[in-house]
Nanobody, 116 residues
Framework: QVRLVESGGGLVQPGGSLRLSCAAS????????MNWYRQAPGKEREVVAT????????NYIDSVKGRFTISRDNVRNTVYLQMISLKPEDTARYYC?????????WGQGTLVTVSS
């Protein structure tokens, strides 16, 4: 069974940094693209960043380009989201996601709060 476990969220001041991690199990990790989503209070969940299985192609929504970096370690079966220059509008619960055998799998999410 596919399992995703996120960690690394917390409270940070505007301009600060955080690194989120997502540990995956139950699949041949290196074969699958991985995604980070976020959902702010009262808003729909949105994809933030994606990375291919080999890690050679990444994509970001415009609002995080130049500030967020998605990466992966296919030995540790972990995907990361490095976030710098955080803004209050980045406040959300961040979720790791993979589409595996036509099904979407999600972690429990990790809360990121950007506030002074």
């Amino acid at each position: 069974q596919v399992r995703l476990v996120e960690s690394g969220g917390g409270l940070v001041q505007p301009g600060g940094s955080l690194r989120l991690s997502c540990a995956a199990s139950g699949l041949n990790f290196r074969l699958f693209s991985m995604n980070w989503y976020r959902q702010a209070p009262g808003k729909e969940r949105e994809v933030v960043a994606t990375i291919t299985g080999s890690g050679d192609i990444t994509n970001y929504i415009d609002s995080v380009k130049g500030r967020f970096t998605i990466s992966r370690d296919n030995v540790r079966n972990t995907v990361y989201l490095q976030m710098i220059s955080l803004k209050p509008e980045d406040t959300a619960r961040y979720y790791c996601n993979v589409r595996y055998r036509s099904m979407d799998y999600w972690g429990q999410g990790t809360l990121v709060t950007v506030s002074s």
